[in-house]
């Protein structure tokens, strides 16, 4: 069984910044985080492969930075630039077969 447990989630002003984690039980394939606002479907926010290759939705490639340590077995999401359009709950995912998910982490961005 394949744990995924985030943190780092909370609420922060517009123009701030949030760093998430998220440690696997076991080394992953791709690692990223997606995430899900209020009334809305959830949509990938970045990936990176096991290689480090990353990928970003457009909506926030100059504001947010992912990366993963794969000693640690950790995928990391640094937020820059917040808007309150980011508010949403942030879900890890890895790869390992099929897909593995976290609970999720709750990002609130006050105008």
């Known amino acids: 069984q394949v744990r995924l447990v985030e943190s780092g989630g909370g609420l922060v002003q517009a123009g701030g910044s949030l760093r998430l984690s998220c440690a696997a039980s076991r080394s992953m394939g791709t690692m990223g985080w997606y995430r899900q606002a209020p009334g809305k479907q959830r949509e990938l926010v970045a990936t990176v492969t096991s290689g480090g290759r990353a990928n970003y939705a457009d909506s926030v490639r100059a504001r947010f930075t992912i990366s993963r340590d794969n000693a640690k077995n950790t995928v990391y999401l640094q937020m820059n630039s917040l808007k309150p359009e980011d508010t949403a709950v942030y879900y890890c995912?890895?790869?390992?077969?099929?897909?593995?998910w976290g609970q999720g982490t709750q990002i609130t961005v006050s105008s």
């Open positions: 995912t890895g790869w390992w077969g099929i897909n593995y």
